[in-house]
């Protein structure tokens, strides 16, 4: 395959939902450099991520692969050493591949000592930045707290920020996710309650757009060189705060209206019921947190679109976009009070779908300039995509991964074969519920089957849930426990069923290779179920006669 463009700029926000672009609808907040880029590309909206939590989620992006495949399940759980990640794939394609942001990514530590993999190699650096050499690594989570760091690196951002002038141990904290308090105190993030309050860091000095400026950075760098770059925005993830202007640009006047009915919380389902008890659930149930909170979750994103039109900018006086990829996604969203929940982690559409828009500057997407495409697309369908587009052919990776190229889509071809279905899968072991309903880690498992009109969600060792999103979009009325409905369940039951069986682990081997090995052990010498000579050709005794 001839490559269609030269680079690949892989953007992805953390945390953000399907529905706050005003390109998919939302009547007061305003993106237009992410419109302007769907109105140049494609886009997709039934996007559903692999697990709706960061690192599960990322690892399949990454990999291409679902999560049952690669066994990341939670944030913190290490991706094995071993698994084709994007870098592993672009790299030989010809494509610096580089990472400036988040992935989450917690390294196979005891499984590269146990091969000899030094982390300080080039190697071992690619092992543990799921293939990516990573320009600025940074996950944007550098709380401290009684038992030390939550993450141990420190981030070159720190430092960025005592060279301006911030003083402290973590700036990160103490001027990039604070305010100003009284008597001269700090007005910490993490307490939702300032999240209104300006950070003490200037705008320009704030995590979007020091990104920004680094990803600028790596685009010069690379020059003339074909690159794919990830930039891994931290935000509109909380700690929801953000600097002025844009702290108050938004008021509870500028919300759209929470999706969530008492119904839900008269008989629900047991896993639901202890996600709504969660403590962040029970902070977002309540009308002046989300009045708090959700303007400044908008004015983070206003603000990711307003350094994504410097970006674009930046790229255009470089004749980039011109030959660039350009993909804006999210590794997951946000429940804002919706369902009665905060944070995501379950499968209502504002946790697991996404925003998904791409842009091909290749001719052979001219056609589909500014399309939405309503297929079930998955999070996992961009690695397969960015292979063909850099010139090599996803389908003789299909032994590795099980996403599918979404170039016929960008190219107005509807594919003869496209999925019926699309799954999501969570492990809640880590979680209080886990521990409020007794289930051992091992057992504390999700599993969603989605397809055009239906979602079903199995539990083990509890009832299904079933939602009909043709008569129910905001899934309210849960029928895994309706009769009438018992057809509907064992239908997706069976696909999931036919999912789990599926190959996923035979990695080594791709079936052209099979095919091509298949029979070929007879002329190795291997000569099985022969009663006479006679049977076989004489060629294939030449090493048997003894002459």
Not at 139 to 168: E, F, I, M, S, W
Request: glycine share 8%.
């Amino acid at each position: 395959m001839t490559r269609r463009a030269k680079n690949i700029l892989f953007i992805m926000c953390d945390q953000l939902r399907f529905d706050y672009l005003s390109c998919a609808g939302h009547p007061t907040l305003k993106t237009p450099n992410i419109d302007a880029l769907a109105a140049r590309g494609v886009r997709f909206t039934n996007a559903y991520v692999q697990s709706p939590v960061c690192g599960s989620s990322r690892m399949s992006f990454y990999t291409g692969r679902y999560v049952q495949s690669h066994g990341a399940a939670w944030n913190g759980f290490p991706l094995k050493v071993g698994e084709m990640t994007m870098g592993d794939y672009l790299r030989p394609l010809g494509l610096r591949t580089a990472l400036v942001g988040k992935t989450h990514m917690k390294a196979d530590a005891e499984g590269m000592e146990r091969l000899g993999i030094d982390p300080q190699s080039i190697i071992g650096v690619r092992v543990s930045e799921c293939g990516f050499d990573p320009y600025e690594r940074d996950d944007g989570l550098h709380g401290t707290g009684p038992d030390g760091r939550y993450d141990p690196q420190l981030p070159r951002y720190n430092r960025y920020l005592n060279d301006k002038g911030y003083g402290g141990d973590n700036p990160w904290h103490d001027y990039a996710n604070a305010a100003q308090g009284e008597n001269n105190a700090l007005a910490s993030g993490w307490a939702m309650r300032h999240a209104r309050k300006p950070a003490r860091v200037s705008e320009e000095d704030s995590e979007t757009p020091y990104m920004t400026r680094r990803a600028i950075d790596f685009i010069a760098e690379a020059a003339d060189q074909p690159w794919c770059l990830h930039l891994s925005y931290i935000k509109p993830h909380w700690p929801y705060i953000a600097p002025a202007p844009y702290n108050d640009m938004y008021s509870s006047d500028d919300l759209i209206a929470v999706v969530r009915s008492e119904a839900e919380r008269a008989d629900p389902h047991p896993v639901y019921r202890e996600f709504m008890a969660h403590r962040v659930g029970q902070a977002f149930a309540r009308d002046e947190v989300r009045e708090e909170v959700v303007p400044v979750y908008m004015g983070l994103i206003k603000q990711i679109d307003d350094q994504l039109g410097h970006l674009f900018a930046f790229m255009r006086t470089r004749g980039l976009l011109d030959d660039t990829l350009i993909v804006f996604t999210s590794d997951h969203g946000d429940y804002l009070g919706d369902h009665w929940l905060g944070e995501k982690d379950l499968f209502h559409e504002p946790s697991v779908k996404v925003p998904l828009i791409v842009c091909d500057p290749s001719p052979e997407a001219d056609a589909t300039r500014g399309a939405v495409c309503d297929a079930l697309v998955e999070s996992i369908d961009l690695l397969p995509t960015f292979i063909d587009v850099a010139g090599g052919d996803a389908r003789d990776q299909s032994h590795r991964i099980e996403g599918r190229s979404l170039l016929p889509w960008l190219h107005g071809e509807t594919p003869t074969q496209w999925r019926a279905f699309a799954f999501s899968e969570y492990d809640y072991s880590m979680l209080p519920a886990s521990a409020k309903l007794k289930v051992a880690p091992n057992d504390a498992r999700l599993f969603m089957v989605r397809d055009k009109r239906w979602k079903y969600v199995h539990a083990v060792g509890f009832r299904p849930m079933l939602y009909d999103l043709n008569s129910d979009p905001n899934e309210f009325i849960d029928l895994g426990a309706d009769e009438a409905y018992a057809g509907e369940r064992d239908r997706l039951a069976a696909a999931l069923a036919e999912w789990g069986l599926r190959q996923s682990q035979r990695t080594t081997r791709s079936e052209k290779q099979i095919s091509a090995a298949r029979g070929k052990s007879l002329r190795k010498g291997i000569l099985i179920g022969v009663w006479d000579e006679s049977d076989l050709p004489d060629e294939l005794w030449s090493g048997y006669r003894g002459e």
